[in-house]
């Protein structure tokens, strides 16, 4: 247990009342209009999303997550947490194109890609399954600051769940997404301090960067100096195969939308920028500041590594960086350091609360049960579920000891199997929404067939991460690709709105002509070409 | 035509050009170089330093190239967004469905 002095309360009672505070501030602007509760009514200049981008994505469970890549694998772990960049593609390509079709969701773009009974089915399920992530991924970040709280205070891990996610609601049910992402960039900021301040500290209590250096290399570990440094082409437990393999995912992914889970929230944070270039700008410079928040981290971890390098509980090196702020920090800082690890936890769970809620309230209420419903009813609305996903989110965190394995799994099946149709969604007329619901359906079942079943029966060998995903993208072509090809492409008047309105990138020349046909893009490129003489 | 186009019409911006690939493929390097050379250079390290500026310089060029087209392409847009949205508030009310 750690001994807080007043001054540690202090910072702690003035950041939580900062917190709340915005919520009281911005409760006028929130309450205008769906629009403005779920995406600050579409007028924020990039730095805001930006610095949502850069908080939403730094939660609790993260630095245990990166502390124990780094500690295991060096700082070639760094590219375990290199699946953000899937950004740097996305944000001048998928932002761009998801930008201008204006839809508040994911589900909801579906519906403007694809038409009829498909695209119906498409949203229903989408929003269904982003509410119940939201859920989830608020259980899972809660329970890790219920853990937090218990090694710090000896509290029950249900406290910490509890008393933090609520004192967060607060805010988000009375502002909206405008009191997230204006106590994301309050967040931001002290989070980004406090892990620039922690890991200089733990830096130096370590002996400093030569000294860090030096002793890795007395103790023959100068190998996890280097970024670079695999186990093998195929062999070891990080192969450069599956180095190659995460790089594609991440980076290609960027194409696609969906291709990361992170997307459906980023989406938001598209939809809220003013333009299609605060738009990319947010998204592009969100992801650099989690790029540089990692290298920070990684390099604290090896300090710590130097200090304690014989750990062989996983559970216990996850903890490194922590245990450099609580360890090592003057009293009086230890406040600010939990200051700031509430504002890792605050930024996340209003981020995913506002988010489940919007899926809830757009897709669901307003598309399916009341489509007329004024604006100030859409805002009751979308307080009730954000409400109503705070609780749900409580009772699963508390079962997440027992279920976590499975729905890592769960994730991992919906990366899998499904990352290259969400490429193609985007990037591909032909694609419908038929072979992209037969996709998420045939991952669902050759995923258990691959990853469980198969290997458990011996008919199949246990296959490393890396081949498991080139499985299961294989298979499950073999079913959408049929099924996209049998069925009829999307109504082509569709498919001409939203080319024209989108601009998508890829294979899109039988709309393309069809628009050029009736005469939807004859003066721009009239207007093109005469500029282009000038 | 230069080899790289500082100035955009709204329709020719609207295209997917050789800029934008530039930036496709300048971005994901930034991005490496940023995580390498800002963990090396945290540790002191000389390699560190010139891998962060490598990082910048990338950075600073992909604006470079990207930012007239971004910029044309939002100003065009920002016009037709009104009329865009009244059509999507159409078919979450079931008037614009098939």
Redesign the interface.
């Known amino acids: 247990m750690v001994q807080f002095a007043i001054l540690d309360w202090i910072w702690i009672i003035l950041f939580l009342l900062l917190m709340i505070g915005c919520g009281v501030l911005f409760f006028n602007l929130g309450k205008r209009s769906e629009a403005d509760f779920f995406l600050a009514g579409r007028g924020l200049p990039w730095w805001l999303p930006a610095s949502s981008v850069y908080a939403t994505h730094t939660a609790v469970d993260t630095p245990m997550w990166v502390a124990g890549v780094i500690y295991r694998h060096g ?1 070639a772990g ?1 590219w375990y947490a ?1 699946f953000s ?1 899937w950004c ?2 996305s ?3 998928s932002t ?1 194109i998801f930008r ?1 079709s ?2 508040y969701t994911q589900a ?1 773009w579906q ?2 890609r694809f ?2 009974l498909g695209s119906e089915l498409l949203r229903g399920w989408m929003s269904g399954w982003q509410v119940f992530m939201a859920m989830f991924n608020m259980g899972w970040v809660g329970i890790a600051m219920g853990m937090v709280c218990q090694y710090l205070f000896g509290w029950p891990t249900w406290m910490g769940l509890v008393i933090f996610s609520s004192i967060c609601a607060i805010y988000v049910l009375t502002a909206g997404y405008w009191g997230v992402v204006m106590a994301d960039f309050q967040q931001g900021i002290v989070a980004f301090s406090a892990i620039l301040i922690v ?1 200089i500290s733990g ?1 130096m209590v370590a002996g400093g ?2 000294e ?2 030096a002793k890795l290399s007395d103790m023959g570990q100068s190998w996890r ?1 280097n ?1 670079f440094h695999f186990t093998g082409w195929f062999s070891g437990d990080f192969p450069i195969a599956w180095f190659m393999t995460m790089m594609v995912i991440a ?1 290609i992914g960027g194409f696609g939308m969906g291709t990361s889970i992170d997307w459906y929230l980023e989406a938001q944070r598209i939809q809220s920028a003013r ?4 738009a ?1 700008y947010s998204i ?1 410079w969100g ?2 500041l989690v ?2 928040r ?3 981290w ?2 604290a971890v ?1 300090g710590f590594f130097v200090l304690f390098p014989n750990i062989q509980e996983t559970s216990e090196y996850e903890m490194g960086w922590f245990r450099m702020g609580f360890d090592y920090l003057p009293v009086g800082m230890l406040g600010f350091f939990f200051a700031a690890i509430l504002a890792i936890h605050l930024s996340t769970v209003s981020s995913v609360l506002n988010m489940g809620a919007m899926y809830a309230t ?1 897709d669901l209420y ?2 399916y049960v009341n ?2 419903a004024s604006q100030e009813k859409l805002v009751w609305v979308g307080r009730i579920s954000t409400l109503l996903i705070l609780v749900f989110s409580f009772a699963l965190g508390l079962m997440m000891t027992e279920i976590t394995k499975w729905l890592i799994f769960a994730l991992w099946i919906m990366a899998a199997g499904v990352w290259l149709p969400n490429i193609l969604q985007v990037i591909w007329w032909r694609f419908n929404a038929w072979g992209y619901l037969s996709a998420w359906i045939a991952n669902l079942g050759l995923s258990w067939l691959v990853v469980w079943i198969l290997p458990a029966f011996g008919v199949l060998p246990a296959l490393p991460d890396y081949l498991q995903f080139w499985a299961l993208m294989l298979l499950t072509s073999l079913v959408y690709l049929p099924v996209t090809f049998i069925t009829k492409p999307e ?1 082509m008047d ?1 498919l001409v709105r939203y080319y024209v ?1 989108s ?1 998508p ?1 890829g294979f899109w020349g039988p709309v393309r002509r069809e628009a050029e046909r009736r005469g939807l893009l004859d003066e ?2 009239h ?2 070409a005469a ?2 003489e000038n | 035509m230069p080899l790289i186009r500082r100035t955009w019409t709204p329709a020719a911006a609207d295209e997917w050009a050789r800029e934008d690939w530039i930036a496709i493929v300048l971005s994901p390097l930034a991005y490496i170089a940023l995580a390498v050379g800002v963990v090396l250079s945290f540790l002191l390290l000389k390699i560190g330093f010139i891998i962060l500026g490598v990082a910048i310089v990338l950075t600073v060029l992909m604006h470079w190239v990207i930012d007239p087209k971004l910029k044309t392409v939002s100003q065009d847009y920002e016009k037709k967004q009104k009329s865009y949205l009244e059509a999507l508030e159409k078919i979450i009310r079931w008037e614009e469905m098939k």
Do not use: Y
Not at chain 1, 275 to 278: A, F
């Open positions: 700082l760094i290199f960049a740097a593609i944000a001048f390509v761009r201008r204006l839809a909801e519906s403007l038409c009829g890991s830096v960067p030569h860090i250096v100096l970024p980076l333009t299609v270039r605060d990319s592009w992801t650099a790029i540089i990692n290298s920070l990684a390099a090896l757009r307003h598309h489509p007329e109504d569709h309105m601009r990138i721009i490129s207007l093109g500029a282009d």
